[in-house]
């Protein structure tokens, strides 16, 4: 068993990876990490929970020349969440190294991802369509990328990216290293590999505690007519903290959050059929425990991490087979309990048998609640419906907390530079370089964000000091 000080990591990235509270490497990252570092191409055969993303993040974030402007790691992956995903775990990872990363995805205008891009940018993380998009346009330069990634591969190509994945292949350079993820190795996969990679390390990570499902799988047979008050019964006895209900459709969706919420639930939902700020709001606000039920199509299926998730309800059985595996895998995560109750009415047999041939075992067939049991947990269960749920501190925030993002009303029209800013900044007594963390400069204005709770001391001094001559408004940024 390895040690994160045992790899050849910079300081700056140690010291992130201890504030993220990562005590040890996860098998995967065991693996991966040196290899990385070693300049191999990856395959790695590895499910999100594992860690994966961290394996590529931290020997990436390693490597990156900070002072290149132009993206030097490029991921592209299924979804928008996950791209935002992707993003936030680079920014946490390489904030004392100041890495700059951006999220690119569709159905967000395209503008305020080519203002980003405009920046130094140090790592991309999109989809494919979108990442194209921009590569036409000639917004994303791809002509100093060191390290191609490509994750989740398997839905990738589920999805119908592969031509997408391959067009945007041919146009990186050919010196590079080439990292693939994917819960599935198929022979699609494989030949993607042997097309575009070189020699790559195959990682197939023997995670014991993986292995070792912790995940309670109930069916119940019901009528479609009877599964709203099944459902109800089993929320009840289980009292879960959080849960996730899947439903099929986004009608489903809707309605049954509407009767759950009519019911006095604690609950949001998500669809695709909603705008990807109330996606991204709504996916947010249940990591942090501020609702306790989510009623959801396939969308938050996906590698969306979020911890402590106790119960997962199929309300209806998918019509995908991968669906449920990635569904139930929304809970039980760290090792934790988690129960995954699927209603299943007759008319969805044919689907089931499929699910079961899929996973090679049978799911344990449950009874509805008996009446008393139900009542027998009912006082439990109103108790925690009147008190609101525990707000959970997310990793981000906690980083953030000694973090002040300074705004100045000065950037590129007035030829300012980061250096400049570094300059003034290092110069006020009790400010050291490891203090600034990552600066924005936008045409009217700069961000910096001043680390290690040292943003007072900063902000006081600004006052009265001048960047490359020139006095600049400053005060605590409002975004
Ligand atoms: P992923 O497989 O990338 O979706 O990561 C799953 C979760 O594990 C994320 O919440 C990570 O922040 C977390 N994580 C990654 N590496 C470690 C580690 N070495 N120790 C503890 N947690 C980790």
New binding site residues.
């Given amino acids: 068993m390895k040690n994160f000080k045992d790899f050849a990591l910079d300081e700056t990235i140690l010291s992130a990876i201890a504030d993220?509270?990562?005590?040890?490497?996860?098998a995967i990252?065991q693996q991966v990490l040196p290899s990385v570092l070693d300049g191999k191409d990856v395959i790695a055969k590895s499910k999100?929970?594992?860690?994966?993303?961290?394996a590529f993040a931290i020997p990436t974030i390693e490597k990156i020349d900070w002072a290149e402007n132009k993206p030097q790691v490029l991921v592209l992956l299924p979804t928008r969440e996950l791209a935002v995903q992707v993003k936030e775990?680079f920014t946490n990872i390489g904030r004392y190294k100041r890495i700059k990363a951006v999220a690119l995805f569709g159905r967000e205008p395209i503008r305020f991802q080519t203002t980003a891009l405009r920046q130094k940018t140090h790592v991309v993380a999109g989809t494919p369509g979108r990442v194209m998009d921009h590569i036409e346009r000639g917004t994303l330069k791809l002509d100093e990328l060191k390290y191609f990634v490509i994750d989740e591969a398997d839905e990738l190509l589920h999805m119908g990216f592969l031509d997408q994945v391959e067009a945007i292949i041919k146009l990186l350079p050919k010196k590079r290293q080439t990292l693939l993820f994917s819960a599935t190795y198929s022979s699609e996969i494989r030949k993607l590999a042997e097309r575009y990679m070189n020699q790559p390390i195959f990682i197939e990570h023997e995670d014991k505690q993986m292995k070792k499902s912790t995940i309670e799988q109930k069916l119940v047979e019901v009528d479609t007519a009877h599964k709203y008050e099944t459902l109800k019964k089993f929320t009840v006895i289980e009292n879960p903290n959080s849960c996730i209900v899947f439903c099929n459709t986004k009608d489903q969706v809707d309605q049954l959050c509407e009767k759950l919420e009519n019911d006095g639930y604690s609950v949001d939902m998500l669809h695709g059929g909603m705008t990807q700020d109330d996606r991204l709001a709504v996916m947010k606000d249940f990591r942090r425990g501020d609702f306790r039920y989510l009623v959801a199509t396939d969308v938050a299926a996906r590698?969306i991490?979020i911890e402590d998730i106790s119960m997962v309800i199929q309300y209806d059985v998918p019509y995908e087979k991968e669906s449920y595996v990635h569904r139930i895998g929304r809970t039980g995560r760290a090792g934790q309990r988690g129960v995954a109750i699927m209603l299943a009415a007759k008319n969805e047999r044919r689907q089931l048998n499929e699910i079961e041939e899929y996973i090679e075992k049978t799911i344990e067939r449950v009874a509805i609640p008996a009446i008393d049991l139900v009542e027998a947990n009912r006082q439990a269960f109103e108790t925690k419906m009147q008190s609101s749920p525990e707000r959970k501190v997310m990793?981000s925030e906690q980083l953030n907390a000694n973090i002040m993002k300074i705004y100045f009303n000065g950037g590129k029209k007035k030829k300012l530079r980061a250096i400049d800013f570094v300059g003034t900044i290092n110069s006020i007594d009790g400010i050291e370089g490891k203090d600034i963390g990552i600066i924005t400069i936008e045409e009217a204005c700069t961000f910096v964000e001043i680390l290690n709770g040292k943003g007072p001391i900063v902000l006081k001094a600004m006052q009265n000091k001048t960047v490359k001559n020139k006095q600049l408004k400053v005060h605590i940024a409002k975004k």
Avoid at 20 to 26: C, I, M
Avoid at 48 to 54: D, F, I, L, P, Y
């Fill in positions: 993220l509270g990562y005590e040890e490497p996860t990252q999100t929970g594992s860690g994966k993303t961290a775990d590698g991490d990793k």
